[in-house]
């Protein structure tokens, strides 16, 4: 699942980076970093959900590791704000959701696809 989902947002940046670029160049250029920083923000969540489960962090490494993964999250918005003649904020700003928007629509995918033999 999280491999389908990786993917997933990878299509979807290049696909809407690509179909906006047509319209505002900024818009495609915002997607695309929000969308990097997105993944980024998945990977270090993922390493820090495991460490957590395994028992490996004490309590003033999960608030320094929640501090980093926000700092993550904040550092594009602040290139765009910064930088704001190049890259669209909003188009960071929905760059940083693919992902989730991949993570739910690739389950919805798995439960559409694993129920169909069931009649409602």
Known sequence: ??????????????????????????????????G?????????LSKNVSSILNNEKTSTAKVGSLLIRMLILAFPLMISHKYGEIFNIYGVFFGLMLHKIS?????IFIEISNNNDKIY
């Open 36 to 44: 990097i920083f997105s993944l980024i923000h998945f990977f270090v």
């Open 1 to 34: 699942m999280e491999k389908m989902a990786v993917k997933w947002t990878i299509i979807q940046m290049i696909v809407i980076a690509i179909a906006s670029s047509f319209v505002n160049f900024r818009f495609a250029l915002g997607i695309v970093l929000g």
């Open 103 to 107: 993570i739910i629509a690739s389950t």
